[in-house]
């Protein structure tokens, strides 16, 4: 099996994970947004924890590392909280396909934050994949009715910064595990006080599916991250889309969630922009090769 059958078979798997999250965060049923986040990140934390111990990797990171490792732990969480706050209160394929706005939130902040200028083409497909965005979240001027989406929206953001900050972060040799231990730490740590305050008891079935959510998220983090280890991002990224289609499958047959029109328009565009610029790298890459 090459690397890049195996890249996309990991990919795959992630979305999986993502998309199984996203099922139990909404199964838990009506739990406050900052409870659920937490149960979510205290599993990865443990997860992340023990995978420190096996590796028995350091925690501690060179000074000029903590600026962008606290952004990419700030905007994790806020990602995180819009995501799970969207789930609860728009179809869950919505609120996926929101969330995977992220890597064209990160073409612009790489302009900011890497100094990395976005060619043409990720100009277009970010304008497109924008408008693919309306088509979801439909202002209608109710504001009830789309302000779950703008925080969808708002989740996609902090998802797209903060893996413009992984990248950054990498870049100065911290290894993953870390990345991931510190980021669900600081997102347990601000979720803890908003859990005690307005804490609601909870039946031993939510328990469970948060607990599953915890864990079906650190699949999904661990299995990205080996996956963009046996292949680069631009060859199997568009495989992550796939995440949108097993959540809407999971809405459709236990949530009774049937995608609007004008929402599935939204998926087509935002998923064949995706598609359109993974083909024009790899265009480009073989040309190079030639």
């Known amino acids: 099996m090459n690397n890049k059958l195996k890249g996309i078979i990991f990919i795959l798997l992630a979305a999986v994970?993502?998309?199984l999250m996203t099922f139990f965060v909404r199964l838990s049923g009506d739990l406050p947004t900052m409870q659920k986040a937490f149960f979510r990140n205290i599993v990865a934390l443990m997860v992340a924890g023990v995978t420190l111990i096996k590796t028995k990797e350091s925690l501690v990171v060179e000074r000029g590392c903590w600026t962008p490792l606290l952004g990419r732990c700030f905007f994790g969480t806020v990602g995180i909280i819009a995501n799970f706050y969207?789930?609860?209160?728009?179809?869950?394929?919505?609120?996926?396909?929101?969330?995977?706005?992220?890597p064209f939130f990160a073409i612009i902040l790489s302009i900011f934050i890497l100094k990395?200028?976005?060619?043409?083409v990720d100009i277009l497909a970010t304008i497109i994949a924008f408008v693919g965005a309306l088509f979801i979240i439909r202002p209608t001027g109710a504001f009830t009715s789309a302000f779950p989406a703008f925080i969808g929206l708002l989740g996609g953001f902090g998802a797209g910064t903060a893996y413009v900050l992984v990248r950054k972060v990498t870049q100065k040799?911290?290894?993953?595990?870390?990345i991931v231990f510190y980021f669900s730490f600081?997102?347990?740590?601000?979720?803890l006080p908003y859990l005690i305050k307005d804490y609601t008891p909870m039946s031993v079935g939510q328990i469970i599916c948060l607990l599953m959510a915890g864990v079906s998220a650190s699949l999904g983090q661990f299995s990205i991250t080996t996956a963009y280890k046996y292949a680069p991002a631009k060859e199997i990224s568009v495989f992550d889309y796939t995440q949108v289609v097993f959540a809407a499958l999971l809405g459709i047959i236990f949530f009774k969630e049937t995608p609007t029109?004008?929402?599935?328009?939204?998926?087509?565009?935002?998923?064949?922009?995706?598609?359109?610029?993974?083909?024009?790298?790899?265009k480009e890459d073989y040309r190079l090769l030639d």
């Open 186 to 191: 600081f997102s347990s740590i601000v979720t």
């Open 86 to 102: 969207a789930i609860d209160r728009l179809g869950i394929a919505d609120a996926n396909m929101l969330n995977k706005l992220s």
């Open 17 to 19: 994970g993502f998309s």
């Open 261 to 282: 029109l004008y929402s599935i328009i939204g998926y087509v565009l935002i998923i064949g922009v995706a598609i359109f610029r993974w083909y024009i790298n790899l």
């Open 116 to 120: 990395e200028f976005p060619k043409r």
């Open 173 to 178: 040799n911290v290894k993953t595990p870390v």
